[in-house]
C-alpha cells in the first residue's frame, strides 16, 4: 500500500479527533491562509442500508478540500463547501456490530471550532 503525505495527513486529523471525541463531534484543525477559518459541522444521514454525513459550513471563510474519513472504509473528498452550504456523504452499510462507527469531516481550512466534525453514523438496526 502506497502512502500518500495527503493520506498520512487526513490520518493524523481523524486520529486527533477520534482521541478528543467525548460528545457529538471532532477533527483536527489543519491550517488557514487568513486565521479566520470555517466552522465545518457533521451531521449523521443515516438511512435503511447506508450511513454517511452531512456537512455544513458555518463560515465564514470557504472550507477546503473537504475530506469524510470513514474507518475502516478510508477517505472520501467531498471538495470544497462556501460558507452556509451543505455537502453530503453516504456509503452502504449493510450491518449494525453494536459497534459506535464515527465518521470526521476534516478541512485544510482551519476550522475554529474542531469539537463538532463528526458524527455517528451506524446504519438503523
Known amino acids: 500500500m502506497r ?3 495527503r493520506a498520512i495527513t ?3 486529523a481523524a486520529a486527533a479527533a477520534l482521541g478528543t471525541s467525548l460528545g457529538a463531534a471532532a477533527a483536527a484543525p489543519t491550517g ?6 470555517a466552522d465545518l459541522v457533521a451531521v449523521s444521514n443515516k438511512v435503511s442500508f447506508s450511513c454517511g454525513l452531512n456537512v455544513t459550513n458555518n463560515g465564514p471563510e470557504t472550507a477546503r478540500s473537504v475530506t469524510v474519513y470513514s474507518p475502516p472504509f ?4 467531498i471538495g470544497d ?4 452550504q451543505t455537502k453530503s456523504y453516504t456509503e ?13 469531516a ?3 481550512t482551519f476550522d475554529p471550532n474542531y469539537g463538532n ?9
Open 92 to 104: 452502504l452499510c449493510f450491518l449494525n456490530t453494536g459497534v459506535p462507527q464515527r465518521m470526521y
Open 32 to 37: 488557514s491562509t487568513s486565521g479566520l477559518g
Open 117 to 125: 466534525n463528526s458524527a455517528q453514523t451506524n446504519p438503523p438496526v
Open 81 to 84: 463547501i462556501a460558507p452556509g
Open 106 to 108: 476534516v478541512s485544510a
Open 10 to 12: 487526513i490520518a493524523t
Open 3 to 5: 502512502t500518500t503525505r
Open 74 to 77: 478510508g477517505v472520501h473528498p
